[in-house]
């Protein structure tokens, strides 16, 4: 595809591609979770593009080549801690090696093009691994926090417990927050957001920094200092807050960010 396809291309409706959330998922074909970040990114103005997680390296290299940018998911599971120099805790849940080797795939891809990435929850975590970091591999017993970060204990339908979260008053967070109407305060931005996660970032990758965190001092939005390219990593789950404004902006920033990365290229 010519560059001057592509950016037509991106110019309309940026490709975004989003790995399935597990290889059980993608195997039994369940999509109930995965849906919320497809509709989330095409609201914003972008095309949602599913990725195999059963591709062999050369295939996947091949396949994200062609999209444009990428929306990294939640998921059950946890990364293994033998990524970061870690025994497994007893309450890390079970790894899912071809969902990390996806990630990788697409973090390595997008920090050598200038892709613009979001990255949510497991993919936060994903991310932060990624380039060298470490995880809290479960908040309740590591940190002993009063905050109900996870939904343990709660019915498997119940809703997001909700929390508040101070973001940081510099850089692309701040910006949205900003834009979003929040008022901003001596401290930053407060905001309020929904929370499903047991695992957080413990050591920052490199260049990471930190762009939000709970009142608990629980770290809940980094961000890639050297600002090479638009990359952001959320804790929370914007894709299931449709009426935030916050959460709406997040993915069409993303999809922003992608044009503007593409008509620089």
């Given at each position: 595809m010519s560059p001057a396809t592509t950016l037509g291309r991106v110019s309309l409706r940026p490709r975004v591609g989003v790995p399935w959330r597990t290889s059980m998922e993608e195997t039994k074909g369940i999509t109930s979770k995965l849906q919320y970040y497809f509709d989330a990114a095409e609201a914003a103005g972008g095309s949602p593009v599913s990725i195999s997680l059963s591709l062999s390296k050369a295939?996947?290299?091949?396949?994200i080549a062609d999209l444009d940018a990428f929306v990294l998911p939640g998921a059950p599971a946890d990364v293994n801690p033998a990524l970061y120099n870690a025994p497994v805790h007893a309450k890390t849940h079970e790894a899912d090696a071809k969902r990390e080797n996806t990630d990788f795939g697409i973090i390595d891809h997008a920090f050598a093009t200038g892709k613009p990435v979001l990255a949510i929850c497991y993919g936060c975590q994903s991310l932060n691994?990624?380039?060298?970091?470490?995880?809290?591999?479960?908040?309740?017993?590591e940190l002993r926090t009063d905050i109900q970060h996870?939904?343990?204990g709660l019915p498997a339908d119940a809703p997001d417990p909700i929390h508040a979260a101070l973001i940081d008053?510099?850089?692309?967070?701040?910006?949205?927050a900003a834009s979003s109407g929040i008022e901003k305060r001596a401290h930053g931005f407060d905001v309020r957001i929904n929370t499903s996660h047991h695992q957080s970032i413990r050591d920052l990758g490199q260049g990471l920094r930190v762009a939000a965190v709970a009142p608990d001092g629980v770290i809940e939005a980094v961000e890639h200092e050297p600002h090479k390219?638009?990359?952001?990593?959320?804790?929370w789950h914007p894709?299931?807050?449709k009426d935030d404004v916050?959460?709406?902006?997040?993915?069409?920033a993303l999809?922003?960010?992608?044009?503007?990365a593409a008509a620089g290229r």
């Open positions: 295939r996947l290299a091949a396949e691994v990624c380039l060298g970091g470490s995880l809290y591999q479960d908040i309740s017993s996870s939904k343990e008053s510099g850089g692309e967070l701040a910006q949205l390219h638009w990359v952001v990593g959320v804790q894709e299931r807050m916050l959460a709406g902006m997040l993915f069409r999809v922003q960010a992608t044009r503007a």
